[in-house]
């Protein structure tokens, strides 16, 4: 199953992806803009153990576990990144979303905020959900500019303690929660 955007497609990440999936957040030219010091030292570089255990073994297999999954972002017939959705909540109609680049040279060409799209419509058309919601550190600007552009709004800073208590984790001493509706 893929789910075709207007510049990307989507195809299901499977358990063999997971390792190349945690190289481009974590070993990529783009890894010192999202995490890790100088810039965010109150969220360290995962181990790869510990990337599993924030995308276990459900978020890549086809049948999911009906609250997340991971998806491998192609365009032009090459993975350019990757995107996820987790903490899908029917009763809250809201999902999460979550994504990143495999390097810099695939930012800035709306790879990623046609991802986000597509991802968004097919989640609303297979589950119904309406809220989308993301949370990127306010000091990643280039992150936050694009969320704008995807239809994402800002609504408030969270502080670790709402965060965990939200989303279940905390990563950044600044996030901020944004929500795009459909």
């Given at each position: 199953?893929?789910?075709?955007?207007?510049?990307a497609?989507?195809?299901?990440a499977?358990?063999?992806?997971?390792?190349?999936?945690?190289?481009?957040?974590?070993?990529?030219?783009?890894?010192?803009?999202?995490?890790?010091?100088?810039?965010?030292?109150?969220?360290?570089?995962p181990?790869y153990?510990?990337?599993?255990?924030?995308?276990?073994?459900?978020?890549?297999?086809?049948?999911?576990?009906?609250?997340?999954?991971?998806?491998?972002?192609?365009?032009?017939?090459?993975?350019?990144?990757?995107?996820?959705?987790?903490?899908?909540?029917?009763?809250?109609?809201r999902?999460?979303?979550?994504?990143?680049?495999?390097?810099?040279?695939?930012?800035?060409?709306?790879?990623?905020?046609?991802?986000?799209?597509?991802?968004?419509?097919?989640?609303?058309?297979?589950?119904?959900?309406?809220?989308?919601l993301?949370?990127?550190?306010?000091?990643?600007?280039?992150?936050?500019?694009?969320?704008?552009?995807?239809?994402?709004?800002?609504?408030?800073?969270?502080?670790?303690?709402?965060?965990?208590?939200?989303?279940?984790?905390?990563?950044?001493?600044?996030?901020?929660?944004?929500?795009?509706?459909?």
């Amino acid at each position: 199953m893929e789910v075709i955007g207007n510049k990307a497609k989507l195809t299901p990440a499977q358990e063999s992806d997971r390792e190349k999936i945690y190289n481009w957040l974590c070993k990529s030219d783009l890894t010192s803009s999202v995490m890790g010091p100088p810039k965010y030292p109150e969220y360290p570089i995962p181990t790869y153990k510990e990337f599993c255990n924030e995308y276990p073994l459900s978020f890549f297999n086809p049948c999911g576990n009906k609250t997340g999954r991971v998806f491998i972002i192609i365009a032009d017939n090459e993975e350019v990144g990757t995107i996820g959705y987790d903490l899908l909540d029917k009763e809250k109609n809201r999902v999460v979303l979550d994504i990143w680049m495999k390097a810099e040279q695939y930012c800035g060409h709306g790879y990623g905020n046609d991802a986000l799209n597509t991802l968004s419509i097919y989640i609303h058309k297979n589950y119904g959900i309406t809220n989308f919601l993301i949370s990127p550190s306010q000091r990643n600007k280039r992150a936050v500019a694009a969320y704008k552009k995807a239809g994402f709004e800002y609504v408030k800073a969270m502080d670790k303690k709402e965060q965990a208590k939200e989303f279940g984790l905390s990563e950044y001493d600044d996030n901020i929660l944004m929500i795009k509706s459909l």
